[in-house]
């Protein structure tokens, strides 16, 4: 199957840093890219929906200014998380999709801790 | 918000017998898939039903779906310790170009030797 790739898989950065999440579709143009967050033993919540070129669609109670999504190609989507906080810590999992609607394929996940 | 809500919320099984996680639903959906994460992983894609297909088989899965129930079904036959993992169920729904997916809480599966 198609492969999406996030890095880093794991960051630990200190409280007021940005850090910088990668997902890539290493075999496939993604026209869609999904980001989502992920607490221990939770389900996986809808952060935004990033299309190529444009901007980011972010689900009810996200911050926009705080996770910064861009989606500068068919290839790559970054997620920014500014300011980084302890409560920031979680599982940011991005999933791809090629036009219309294909099927999702899934990065391996980042764990950020925030000390 | 969450769409699908799964049950059992945990299971634990011998390695042999069958597992069977459930999934209700609120909202109209297009189709309705299932993965599976391993702890600290990424998603697999295990299987999709369509809102207008009733069952599904994908070598060890068999997948049902109810509609007028908003329920859904995944069966693992003959199961094998290595299918211990999270299963997830997620409905799609189209919002304009794009489909959505909502995730239920999720099922933990143990499969013992």
Known sequence: ?115 | SQQGEEDPQALSIQEGENATMNCSYKTSINNLQWYRQNSGRGLVHLILIRSNEREKHSGRLRVTLDTSKKSSSLLITASRAADTASYFCATASYTGANSKLTFGKGITLSVRP
């Open chain 1, 1 to 115: 199957g198609a492969v999406v790739s996030q890095h880093p898989s794991r960051v630990i950065c200190k409280s007021g840093t940005s850090v910088k999440i990668e997902c890539r579709s290493l075999d496939f143009q993604a026209t869609t890219m999904f980001w989502y967050r992920q607490f221990p033993k939770q389900s996986l919540m809808l952060m935004a929906t990033s299309n190529e070129g444009s901007k980011a669609t972010y689900e009810q109670g996200v911050e926009k200014d705080k996770f910064l999504i861009n989606h500068a190609s068919l290839t790559l989507s970054t997620l920014t998380v500014t300011s980084a906080h302890p409560e920031d810590s979680s599982f940011y999992i991005c999933s791809a999709r090629t036009a219309g609607n294909g099927e999702l394929f899934f990065g391996e996940g980042s764990r950020l801790t925030v000390l």
